[in-house]
């Protein structure tokens, strides 16, 4: 059935469309602005009025940002987190749904409490801390991924769906002689990659982001993750130019800490914006997994 | 052992054999929460102790509730809590209905290709973490950056200013930066919940003459009421906790006065001043605060749907 719009509700739409396409534009100028000034002259850049595009173009910013090995040091690092730590959590967390998916399994109830419990309680951040470096995580590589492989609320979400799927799978694997490894590698997990695949994304944006964690636990600039560097370049970046406000002739050369961070900015984005119009869908159900369960 | 127990135990074993892989399968994860969750809520413990790093959590000796009458003396730690109050309290007003004022405008697009553009692009900031985003904050608030360029070009100031360094400017920024950045995203819950209203009650109201504004706030709005209201609970049962990264990120010298929440208080006492047991303690006071706070709106939940809903 199609609706007729009265006179009135035309001109709403019309300004409806108005107003939701200047809140897109909203959405999208933050990016827009820095790629431009991070095209631009430095030595511009600090008389501002950039706003659309780059006055004088330049690629200087983005020689400086890749100037050293760090960025790729530090690009490197967020790669390995991110695949391994994605992959790892897949693995870990859904081997323990599958386990608590099944009704005869011994201290079933036990083992599930203990998952519950911890969502509700936990240590907070002090113990916390306290425990990684106890544990001699600090400074290592493991930090991103150990503390990481368990979620109970995601083993929840694949439990249930564990539990949706067709006991016939199983069993014929079962009849044949196979072991409950070899029928959740070779027919459960196969048989989820639906929801592997949404938890997958949200695990991997999760850990492309993760700086905190680098920023208290890791001291060793070969394991700083992008985002980490990017939050040193910044922090540097805002002393610095307290500095440049002081004393306007640090910035005679053609790069200047701001538009060495604009363009790091950008580096560190970069594969985000990019990758983010094919994923989004996947996104958006993983949002509505989550939300279903409550 | 009599017969029967021997045969019992045996039973056990033969069952617990034949089931073995499965245990393989759930007890590393059973470990990793005793060493990453249980051991550190043991470790509480130092909030009634003097901890000095280093030690293990147990074997303290107890100090009873010195650290918690410290912290009602604190003047910085009950301003960390009128802050976290504060700063709550406006960004509940102003991100709470946000998402749901854009769900509801996006379902008065008729267009589907035009409201999917308006979509992916509000869920974009989303995906961005806070580092970044103080990033674009700071390119964007510079003191020539593009927002000083603009306002100085309408003639709305006189002279440039340093957005991040000024103390009034923090809670515009911090709330605006949250809403731009979560605003899409929240929206997705209530788009959902549109989406599930039977169509023929909007058949039904347009024959009997219902406007489109009266279709919206007769038929939309209270179809989406059940879901406003738990996100509006859990909402206000959080207004404890904070931003823990924007805050951290986005506080400076200038700022601190307000910038600082219980939650960057807590990480400035315990880990950068060294005060373990003082901001163990603070955080469990919070923590049970927070608690009571959770389970007050969980009942609140179910007496408002009559017993349907709980939160949990």
Same mark, same amino acid.
């Given at each position: 059935m199609k609706f007729k719009h009265t006179t009135g509700e035309k001109i709403f739409d019309v300004f409806l469309y108005i107003f939701l396409g200047l809140l897109a534009v909203l959405f999208i100028y933050p990016f827009w602005t820095v790629i431009a000034m991070s095209f631009n002259s430095a030595t511009d850049t600090m008389r501002g009025g950039i706003i659309l595009w780059p006055r004088e173009f330049t690629l200087n910013n983005y020689r400086a940002v890749f100037k050293d090995n760090s960025i790729f040091q530090a690009y490197f690092i967020t790669i390995a987190r991110t695949v391994i730590g994605t992959i790892g959590h897949l693995l870990f967390t859904s081997a323990l749904a599958y386990g608590l998916s099944k009704k005869h399994l011994m201290f079933r109830k036990t083992y599930f409490n203990l998952c519950i419990i911890t969502m509700f309680f936990s240590g907070g951040m002090i113990p916390g801390v306290l425990n990684i470096f106890r544990l001699g995580l600090g400074n290592s590589f493991l930090v991103y991924?150990?503390?990481?492989? @368990?979620?109970? @609320?995601?083993?929840i979400i694949i439990k249930s769906f564990f539990n949706a799927m067709p006991q016939s799978l199983e069993e014929s694997a079962k009849i044949d002689g196979a072991n409950d490894l070899v029928i959740f590698f070779r027919i459960v997990l196969p048989n989820a990659k639906a929801v592997l695949a949404t938890i997958g994304l949200a695990t991997a944006v999760g850990q492309w982001n993760a700086w905190f964690d680098a920023y208290l636990y890791v001291d060793n600039p070969d394991l700083w993750p992008v985002q980490l560097l990017l939050q040193r370049v910044i922090a540097s970046a805002t002393s610095m130019s307290d500095a440049v406000a002081q004393n306007p002739n640090i910035t005679a050369g053609s790069i200047s800490p701001y538009s060495v961070q604009l363009a790091t900015i950008i580096v560190a984005i970069g594969p985000i914006i990019l990758i983010y119009p094919f994923f989004q869908k996947y996104f958006v159900k993983g949002m509505m997994i989550g939300a279903i369960k409550e | 052992m009599t017969d029967h127990s021997k045969s019992k135990t045996k039973l056990f074993l033969k069952k617990l054999l034949n089931q073995r892989w499965l245990q393989i399968m759930v007890i590393p994860g059973i470990i990793w929460l005793v060493i990453f969750c249980y051991i550190p809520m043991y470790g509480i413990i130092i909030a009634f102790q003097d901890y000095t790093p280093g030690n293990p959590f147990w074997g303290g000796s107890f100090v009873g509730f010195k650290h918690f009458i410290a912290f009602f003396n604190d003047k910085y730690a009950i301003q960390a809590v009128w802050n976290t109050l504060r700063i709550s309290f406006i960004k509940l007003i102003v991100t709470f209905p946000a998402p749901i004022i854009f769900a509801l405008l996006l379902n008065e697009v008729t267009s589907t290709r035009f409201k999917k553009l308006v979509q992916s692009v509000s869920y974009l900031p989303y995906f961005i973490s806070w580092v970044v985003m103080w990033g674009l904050l700071y390119a964007l608030l510079n003191i020539n950056g593009p927002l000083n360029t603009v306002l100085e070009e309408l003639g709305i100031l006189d002279e440039? #200013?340093? &957005?991040?360094? $000024? /103390?009034?400017?923090? #809670?515009?920024?911090? /709330?605006? %930066?949250?809403?731009?950045?979560?605003?899409g995203w929240s929206s997705i819950l209530y788009l959902a919940a549109i989406s599930n209203v039977p169509q023929d009650m909007y058949e039904a109201a347009y024959i009997d003459g219902a406007s489109r504004l009266q279709r919206c706030l007769h038929i939309t709005l209270p179809s989406i009421m059940p879901t406003v209201t738990i996100m509006l609970i859990l909402a206000v049962s959080g207004i404890l906790g904070s931003n823990f990264d924007q805050h951290l990120l986005l506080q400076n010298a200038n700022n601190v006065s307000v910038a600082r929440t219980i939650d960057v208080y807590v990480y400035?006492?315990?880990?950068?001043? +060294?005060? !373990? *047991? !003082?901001?163990?303690? /603070?955080?469990?006071?919070? %923590? #049970?605060? %927070? &608690?009571?706070?959770? !389970?007050?709106?969980? $009942?609140?939940? $179910?007496?408002? *749907?009559? +017993?349907?809903? +709980?939160?949990?």
């Amino acid at each position: 059935m199609k609706f007729k719009h009265t006179t009135g509700e035309k001109i709403f739409d019309v300004f409806l469309y108005i107003f939701l396409g200047l809140l897109a534009v909203l959405f999208i100028y933050p990016f827009w602005t820095v790629i431009a000034m991070s095209f631009n002259s430095a030595t511009d850049t600090m008389r501002g009025g950039i706003i659309l595009w780059p006055r004088e173009f330049t690629l200087n910013n983005y020689r400086a940002v890749f100037k050293d090995n760090s960025i790729f040091q530090a690009y490197f690092i967020t790669i390995a987190r991110t695949v391994i730590g994605t992959i790892g959590h897949l693995l870990f967390t859904s081997a323990l749904a599958y386990g608590l998916s099944k009704k005869h399994l011994m201290f079933r109830k036990t083992y599930f409490n203990l998952c519950i419990i911890t969502m509700f309680f936990s240590g907070g951040m002090i113990p916390g801390v306290l425990n990684i470096f106890r544990l001699g995580l600090g400074n290592s590589f493991l930090v991103y991924v150990v503390p990481g492989l @368990y979620s109970v @609320y995601d083993m929840i979400i694949i439990k249930s769906f564990f539990n949706a799927m067709p006991q016939s799978l199983e069993e014929s694997a079962k009849i044949d002689g196979a072991n409950d490894l070899v029928i959740f590698f070779r027919i459960v997990l196969p048989n989820a990659k639906a929801v592997l695949a949404t938890i997958g994304l949200a695990t991997a944006v999760g850990q492309w982001n993760a700086w905190f964690d680098a920023y208290l636990y890791v001291d060793n600039p070969d394991l700083w993750p992008v985002q980490l560097l990017l939050q040193r370049v910044i922090a540097s970046a805002t002393s610095m130019s307290d500095a440049v406000a002081q004393n306007p002739n640090i910035t005679a050369g053609s790069i200047s800490p701001y538009s060495v961070q604009l363009a790091t900015i950008i580096v560190a984005i970069g594969p985000i914006i990019l990758i983010y119009p094919f994923f989004q869908k996947y996104f958006v159900k993983g949002m509505m997994i989550g939300a279903i369960k409550e | 052992m009599t017969d029967h127990s021997k045969s019992k135990t045996k039973l056990f074993l033969k069952k617990l054999l034949n089931q073995r892989w499965l245990q393989i399968m759930v007890i590393p994860g059973i470990i990793w929460l005793v060493i990453f969750c249980y051991i550190p809520m043991y470790g509480i413990i130092i909030a009634f102790q003097d901890y000095t790093p280093g030690n293990p959590f147990w074997g303290g000796s107890f100090v009873g509730f010195k650290h918690f009458i410290a912290f009602f003396n604190d003047k910085y730690a009950i301003q960390a809590v009128w802050n976290t109050l504060r700063i709550s309290f406006i960004k509940l007003i102003v991100t709470f209905p946000a998402p749901i004022i854009f769900a509801l405008l996006l379902n008065e697009v008729t267009s589907t290709r035009f409201k999917k553009l308006v979509q992916s692009v509000s869920y974009l900031p989303y995906f961005i973490s806070w580092v970044v985003m103080w990033g674009l904050l700071y390119a964007l608030l510079n003191i020539n950056g593009p927002l000083n360029t603009v306002l100085e070009e309408l003639g709305i100031l006189d002279e440039h #200013i340093a &957005f991040l360094a $000024r /103390v009034d400017a923090f #809670i515009p920024i911090a /709330v605006l %930066s949250d809403l731009w950045k979560g605003v899409g995203w929240s929206s997705i819950l209530y788009l959902a919940a549109i989406s599930n209203v039977p169509q023929d009650m909007y058949e039904a109201a347009y024959i009997d003459g219902a406007s489109r504004l009266q279709r919206c706030l007769h038929i939309t709005l209270p179809s989406i009421m059940p879901t406003v209201t738990i996100m509006l609970i859990l909402a206000v049962s959080g207004i404890l906790g904070s931003n823990f990264d924007q805050h951290l990120l986005l506080q400076n010298a200038n700022n601190v006065s307000v910038a600082r929440t219980i939650d960057v208080y807590v990480y400035n006492m315990g880990l950068q001043t +060294g005060r !373990y *047991s !003082y901001a163990t303690a /603070v955080n469990l006071a919070r %923590s #049970i605060v %927070s &608690f009571f706070l959770l !389970y007050a709106a969980d $009942r609140l939940s $179910r007496w408002v *749907s009559h +017993g349907e809903r +709980g939160l949990f």
